[in-house]
């Protein structure tokens, strides 16, 4: 059994090869630069990630083509992580609901040490590598679910062992990391790995990795969202209207997509208690509430294919 000098001799070795914990000499001045010239040189390096998310779009087609799979089998999305990683998981999830008006079980974050770590930092939660799997064995974890694991690193062993638990019940497993080669990507079916190099300020991967993490899974979910037919002619049309804002874009959404005056628009909505996606149908088909939704149903709730049916 290691020591604890030779397990930090060990972890140190495996963080110097990291592209994320490299030190560069080109940025040993930065306390010596001024304001402007710190917003330019940050900037200039936050610009490398978009590309680097780019290398990595047949990687990330072939995830969201697996989420669209087991969303129609009924199945979930269950983003794993520790520290920003998992808030960034935690964050994607909470906003698909009001986006996309699914119920809030289809898309889930689950964070190392729980709600406390949404806010705060909970002390060694990512090394324990059995708590994830025992968060996805709470939640039901079914071989229609799909767990993404994300890790900057790579090596996150609270991700690592969700990943492998997720496998072994059957699930779909991404993972997304920020370096090459990563252990969360071996772990996985789909490695998403997207290389945005050493950071502004070393080894802080809350910044051009958490850039990219964000990214990525505003990809995952809104291309799976897409293509359920969650929205129409590049517009949000399954969003719940909870507040003012929301309900004002529904009335603007509908009157646009329909071509009405946001009177009839509104009226509309009425009858479809509140649905754009049925509001639109009926005003495209002339359709009652009853008849339209159930073509909507037999669409599978693809909005240009209950037009196309009742036209």
Request: hydrophobic share 45%; with cysteine.
């Amino acid at each position: 059994m290691p020591n604890d000098d030779t397990r930090l001799t060990a972890l140190i070795d495996e963080l110097s090869r990291l592209d994320t914990e490299a030190v560069t000499t080109e940025r040993g001045d930065l306390d010596l630069l001024s304001t402007a010239e710190l917003a330019q040189r940050m900037n200039a390096e936050d610009a490398r990630v978009a590309p680097a998310v780019a290398a990595q779009s047949a990687q990330i087609a072939a995830a969201v083509d697996g989420i669209t799979d087991r969303f129609r089998r009924g199945g979930r999305l269950i983003y794993i992580g520790a520290g920003t990683a998992g808030r960034i998981g935690v964050l994607d999830a909470s906003e698909c609901p009001p986006t996309f008006g699914t119920d809030p079980s289809l898309v889930v974050g689950i964070i190392a040490g729980g709600e406390t770590a949404i806010r705060s930092a909970v002390e060694n939660a990512e090394d324990d590598a059995e708590a994830a799997g025992a968060s996805l064995s709470e939640l039901g974890l079914t071989d229609a679910d799909t767990v993404v694991g994300i890790s900057a690193s790579g090596r996150t062993p609270y991700v690592i062992g969700g990943l492998e638990y997720a496998r072994r019940v059957g699930a779909f497993t991404v993972a997304l990391a920020s370096n090459p080669g990563s252990a969360i990507g071996a772990a996985a079916d789909i490695a998403i790995e997207v290389v945005t190099g050493p950071e502004f300020i070393s080894g802080s991967t809350r910044l051009k990795s958490g850039t990219a993490q964000k990214l990525v899974v505003n990809m995952l979910t809104t291309l799976s969202m897409i293509k359920l037919g969650k929205t129409y002619r590049g517009v949000m049309v399954d969003l719940l209207a909870t507040n003012e804002k929301l309900h004002a874009r529904s009335v603007r959404t509908v009157s646009q997509l329909a071509g009405v005056g946001t009177d009839e628009a509104a009226r509309a909505l009425a009858a479809a208690d509140g649905s754009v996606k049925l509001a639109l149908l009926m005003l495209a088909t002339g359709a009652e509430a009853g008849v339209a939704a159930s073509a909507l149903d037999a669409a599978g709730g693809l909005l240009r294919e209950a037009i196309a049916a009742l036209s």
